[in-house]
């Protein structure tokens, strides 16, 4: 059993910035893959960013330039840092990350962008 926790979600003006972290019980370094998604409300859970074993990253075409995935091996955790937010960027973000043959969801974080 892997527990992924999220963190810093919050309320910011556009064109803010805030970090997500997401702290994992097991050592990310041995994990698949892991990624940041988000859900608004009415629409599907989307991918937003991910990282593999190797360190290669992929974005959303509309995070792409402002969103970077990012990891911490020592702590166990990852990070999404997320600049230049709009208000499209409101959503519940969550973390995923994959062991062996299953993948875990963390309870998600509130982000909410708005002047």
């Known amino acids: 059993q892997v527990q992924l926790v999220e963190s810093g979600g919050g309320l910011v003006q556009p064109g803010g910035s805030l970090r997500l972290s997401c702290a994992a019980s097991?050592?990310?370094?041995?994990?698949?893959?892991m990624g940041w998604y988000r859900q608004a409300p009415g629409k599907q859970r989307e991918l937003v960013a991910a990282?593999?074993?190797?360190?290669?990253?992929n974005y959303a075409d509309s995070v792409k330039g402002r969103f970077t995935i990012s990891r911490d091996n020592a702590n166990n955790t990852m990070y999404l840092q997320m600049n230049n937010l709009q208000t499209e960027d409101t959503a519940v973000y969550y973390c995923?990350?994959?062991?062996?043959?299953?993948?875990?969801w963390g309870q998600g974080t509130q982000v909410t962008v708005s002047s």
């Open positions: 995923k990350g994959s062991w062996s043959l299953y993948a875990y």
């Open positions: 097991r050592s990310i370094f041995s994990s698949n893959g």
């Open positions: 990282i593999n074993s190797g360190g290669s990253t």
